[in-house]
């Protein structure tokens, strides 16, 4: 049984900084691409970045690019998002994912599987 746990999220003021960590548990972690999502309310769930199976190749969405940096560390079963020069429109519930099946990267929420319980970030102005 597959489970996702996230942690980190909480308030920061604009411009400050966060790391959110998921622990992944069943399954084998390593084969597995992950992706970082996230929903403001009222909106649908967006694609924030994800990253390969060795954590060799990752990509971002446009708004993430040069602010946000995703890593993992298979040892551990543990990817991070690493969230700099927070914004006020960053305000949303994080959620991890892993991918279905032994496939490379994807941005789309269709392509995987597993999903974490979510961790709100929010940033104040």
């Known amino acids: 049984q597959v489970q996702l746990v996230e942690s980190g999220g909480g308030l920061v003021q604009a411009g400050g900084s966060l790391r959110l960590s998921c622990a992944a548990s069943?399954?084998?972690?390593?084969?597995?691409?992950m992706g970082w999502f996230r929903q403001a309310p009222g909106k649908e769930r967006e694609f924030v970045a994800t990253?390969?199976?060795?954590?060799?190749?990752?990509d971002y969405a446009d708004s993430a690019k040069g602010r946000f940096t995703i890593s993992r560390d298979n040892a551990k079963n543990t990817v991070y998002l690493q969230m700099n020069s927070l914004k006020p429109e960053d305000t949303a519930i994080y959620y991890c994912?892993?991918?279905?099946?032994?496939?490379?990267?994807?941005?789309?929420?269709?392509?995987?599987?597993?999903w974490g319980q979510g961790t709100q970030v929010t940033v104040s102005s």
């Open positions: 990253i390969s199976r060795s954590g060799g190749v990752t």
């Open positions: 069943g399954g084998t972690f390593s084969i597995y691409a």
């Open positions: 994912a892993r991918r279905s099946g032994g496939f490379g990267i994807s941005y789309s929420v269709r392509d995987y599987m597993y």
